[in-house]
């Protein structure tokens, strides 16, 4: 099993900042592959940006309509997962989740319990 707790969601205006947290404990080696997904009101969860990997081998993978705005890292000697989000739109107002999976290009199998996002136009 693996435990993933989430951080740092709030409210901010549009075009600011905030930077998201995942603290991953319990079995994480079987959590190759973290990240982010998102859940506004009466949407479908939906993918955000996934990592895996390390120094030259990391791979990353950002929905189209964040890119270059958002930014996924992960700190390895902590076992934690960052989303630096940039240029907020009030559009992007959701529940946001860390996850875990064993294998790129699997849905996850571990979530966090999500933390809120709130961005004001």
């Known amino acids: 099993q693996v435990q993933l707790v989430e951080s740092g969601g709030g409210l901010v205006q549009a075009g600011g900042s905030l930077r998201l947290s995942c603290a991953a404990s319990?079995?994480?080696?079987?959590?190759?592959?973290m990240g982010w997904y998102r859940q506004a009101p009466g949407k479908q969860r939906e993918l955000v940006a996934i990592?895996?990997?390390?120094?030259?081998?990391?791979?990353?993978r950002y929905a189209d309509s964040v890119k270059g705005r958002f930014t996924i890292f992960k700190d390895n000697d902590n076992n934690s997962v960052y989303l630096q989000m940039n240029s907020l739109k009030p559009e992007e107002t959701a529940v946001y989740y860390c996850?875990?999976?064993?294998?790129?290009?699997?849905?996850?199998?571990?979530w966090g319990q999500g933390t809120q996002v709130t961005v004001s136009s």
């Open positions: 319990g079995s994480i080696f079987v959590a190759r592959v």
């Open positions: 990592i895996s990997g390390g120094g030259t081998m990391r791979i990353t």
């Open positions: 996850s875990a999976a064993r294998l790129w290009g699997t849905d996850p199998e571990y």
